[in-house]
């Protein structure tokens, strides 16, 4: 199993597990850099949630990873987590590159405030500073699913959107939902083995292979 697949899956044991949940939710509050971005987020009217980011807990030397959570301060758990980790690919894009670790509660409890929060995560915050790196395994258990829901809306939304591939950092346009359900189709199919990637960015990238 690779080592992303590894450390994803011991993360949702993690967060799944409720005392676990309950030590982790501990952690993140108390972090030195924490700070609360619910109002930027347009989480201000859910007073017992709140969207957190913490920096350097996770990288101490650098810049390079960074945490948002959802925080549920009323029962102390956290409802949704997001790890990400900036890459840099100069060969498409001047901007560093968010590579997200996605959790989130399957409690009933959470639904409603869960509903949008990848949209608001993704394309109100994250997207406004970085490149977006879309990959299959980004939410165990439903990669796909959850990478074709992301990709339709970055189209919806008017975003710059490609598919990527690591060894040659090269990019192909996926600028309509046609061209998307094509790529799910051959995937879906079992005919492409490769794994699912996007970039997703505000501004034009070099689209042709480097």
């Known amino acids: 199993m690779p080592l992303v697949a590894r450390e994803h899956t011991a993360l949702t044991s993690l967060l799944t597990r409720t005392a676990d949940n309950a030590a982790f939710y501990a952690v993140l509050t108390g972090a030195d850099a924490v700070r609360d971005i619910s109002e930027k987020m347009g989480y201000c009217d859910e007073p017992r949630y709140r969207l957190i980011r913490v920096d350097r807990r996770l990288d101490k030397a650098g810049d390079n990873e960074f945490e948002i959570a959802l925080v549920d301060d009323a029962e102390k758990t956290v409802a949704y987590y997001d790890k990400v980790t900036l890459l840099h690919f100069p060969k498409v894009s001047s901007r560093y590159v968010a590579r997200n670790q ?30 977006l790196l879309l990959t299959e395994d980004a939410v165990k258990g439903v990669g796909k699913f959850y990478w074709h829901r992301q990709v339709s809306r970055a189209i919806a939304l008017g975003l710059h959107v490609y598919t990527y591939e690591d060894a040659a950092q090269s990019l192909r346009p996926i600028p309509t939902q046609r061209v998307l359900n094509d790529i799910v189709d051959l995937a879906w199919s079992g005919a492409d083995q490769g794994s699912l990637q996007a970039l997703i960015s505000r501004f034009p990238l070099a689209s042709q292979k480097a």
């Open 102 to 131: 996605v959790w989130r509660s399957a409690a009933m409890r959470h639904s409603l405030v869960l509903r949008d929060v990848s949209l608001k995560v993704l394309f109100r915050y994250l997207v406004q500073e970085y490149d």
